[in-house]
């Protein structure tokens, strides 16, 4: 069974409001959680690295205020999407690191901006 | 050249065939090596994961990794339609970058 859960997993919002998107490690604790932003038929896009207890590091060209993430504890990730706009809908998914090096992901979250 | 390099397909297989997917990387600091399925429009699930060099068997499913060569592999045997999927080969280094850095991703489609 999944051991990454993502909430919501679809989510329809109007242009200019912000979405909040959930990412639980379901049964480990995770000091450090990822956000990947998926593009049809495109691999993974890393946004940001989460880590618990402090600011996250966001990968180049990604927008820290539009993108916002908060890693408040050691299961539990969110990645708000502020502001949002048609181009923001995307596939959003995130990854959690267990403790032995594999790293899980979540189901993914479908956001549509309209 | 791309850190990671895997061949985006698509391939296109008689159910039953043996598969075999491929990636090449640059970075020889590398030392962990996973392969994903992605099915469509759902997240990546890990197949295998593998430590340095050698294989790992799980299955119908077996995981090869030559460091000498750069070089890793994914077999899977007696495929099923089910298997049809995006696969995904991804590693990282032991270093302080936490960061999997993804292949291109092949689209197996098995069919019936």
């Known amino acids: 069974g999944a051991v990454v859960s993502q909430h919501p997993s679809r989510v329809i919002c109007k242009s200019g409001t912000s979405v909040k998107i959930e990412c639980r490690s379901l049964?480990?604790?995770?000091?450090?959680m990822f956000w990947y932003r998926q593009f049809p038929k495109k691999s993974l896009m890393l946004m940001a690295t989460?880590?618990?207890?402090?600011?996250?590091?966001?990968e180049q060209g990604v927008e820290k205020d539009k993108f916002l993430i908060n890693h408040a504890s050691l299961t539990l990730s969110t990645l708000t999407v502020t502001s949002a706009h048609p181009e923001d809908s995307s596939f959003y998914i995130c990854?959690?690191?267990?403790?032995?090096?594999?790293?899980?992901f979540g189901e993914g979250s479908w956001l549509t901006v309209v | 050249q791309k850190e990671v390099e895997q061949d985006p397909g698509p391939l296109s297989v008689p159910e039953g065939a043996i598969v075999s997917l491929n990636c090449t990387y640059s970075?020889?600091?590398?030392?962990?090596f996973m392969w994903y399925r992605q099915y469509s429009r759902k997240g990546p699930e890990l197949l295998m994961y593998?430590?340095?060099?050698g294989n790992k068997e799980d299955g119908r499913f077996t995981a090869q990794v030559d460091k000498s060569s750069k070089y890793i592999s994914l077999f899977i045997r007696d495929s099923q339609p089910s298997d049809s999927a995006t696969y995904l080969c991804?590693?990282?280094?032991?270093?302080?970058?936490?960061?999997?850095?993804f292949g291109k991703g092949m689209k197996l489609t098995v069919n019936p």
């Open positions: 990854s959690a690191r267990r403790t032995g090096n594999t790293i899980y």
């Open positions: 989460s880590n618990e207890g402090s600011k996250a590091t966001y």
């Open positions: 593998t430590y340095s060099s």
């Open positions: 049964d480990f604790q995770a000091t450090t």
């Open positions: 991804a590693m990282r280094d032991q270093g302080g970058s936490e960061k999997l850095v």
């Open positions: 970075n020889s600091a590398f030392q962990y």
